[in-house]
Antibody, heavy 125, light 105 residues
Framework: EVQLVESGGDLVQPGGSLRLSCAAS????????MTWVRQTPGKGLEWVAN????????SHVDSVKGRFTISRDNARNSLYLQMSSLRAEDTAIYYC??????????????????WGQGTLVTVSS | DIQMTQSPSSLSASVGDRVTITCRAS??????LNWYQQKPGKAPKLLIY???SLQSGVPSTFSGSGSGTDFTLTISSLQPEDFATYYC?????????FGGGTRVE
């Protein structure tokens, strides 16, 4: 059974830092792209970042570029999101998700097929 | 960024009803459109990927269609467990973007 368990969410002051973790089990972690998605009451669901199987490629949404960094440790079956210079608008539930590939010739794209339960990050003084 | 517009934002339905939710992309996304169901306090659950491919384990009462810019999620016969919020998501280009959601109540 695929399981994704996020941790590390906390109350942090504006300008602070936090590292989120996602522990994966039930599948071969090193074979999948992985994604972080966040959800706020006001802005709904927002894709944050993703990372290739070997960590050689990453992408981040513009609103977090230069502040957040996605990474992974395939030996530990773990995904991370290092967050710095946190702002009130980063307050959200953060989900990690496994991403699989779907192809419609000649293109292939990702979709998130399994999600963790989420971890809450609150940025407030 | 590609904007995803869902309609309606909410709808009222009864068990057994046929329910249709639409999603429109601000530019062509081929068929790279996914649908998710979310219940309160839970993570989103994948229903449909690639516009029309049913995720394993999802009841066949759910179906998706469309390509280019216009897509539809249909629930052929609404069941009690289907009352939830539904989101579309395009993964044609980065950043992948979501629609604003449709609450089925």
């Amino acid at each position: 059974e695929v399981q994704l368990v996020e941790s590390g969410g906390d109350l942090v002051q504006p300008g602070g830092s936090l590292r989120l973790s996602c522990a994966a089990s039930g599948f071969t972690f090193s074979r999948y792209w992985m994604t972080w998605v966040r959800q706020t009451p006001g802005k709904g669901l927002e894709w944050v970042a993703n990372i290739k199987q070997d960590g050689s490629e990453t992408s981040h949404v513009d609103s977090v570029k230069g502040r957040f960094t996605i990474s992974r440790d395939n030996a530990r079956n773990s995904l991370y999101l290092q967050m710095s210079s946190l702002r009130a608008e980063d307050t959200a539930i953060y989900y990690c998700a496994r991403s699989s590939v779907h192809c419609s010739s000649p293109s292939c794209r990702l979709y998130s097929d399994y999600w963790g339960q989420g971890t809450l990050v609150t940025v407030s003084s | 960024d590609i904007q995803m517009t869902q309609s309606p934002s909410s709808l009222s339905a009864s068990v057994g009803d046929r329910v249709t939710i639409t999603c429109r992309a601000s530019q062509s996304i081929n068929i790279f459109l996914n649908w998710y169901q979310q219940k309160p306090g839970k993570a989103p659950k994948l229903l449909i990927y690639g516009a029309a491919s049913l995720q394993s384990g999802v009841p066949s009462t759910f179906s998706g269609s469309g390509s280019g810019t216009d897509f539809t999620l249909t629930i052929s016969s609404l069941q009690p467990e289907d009352f939830a919020t539904y989101y579309c998501q395009q993964t044609y280009s980065i950043p992948a973007t979501f629609g604003g959601g449709t609450r089925v109540e």
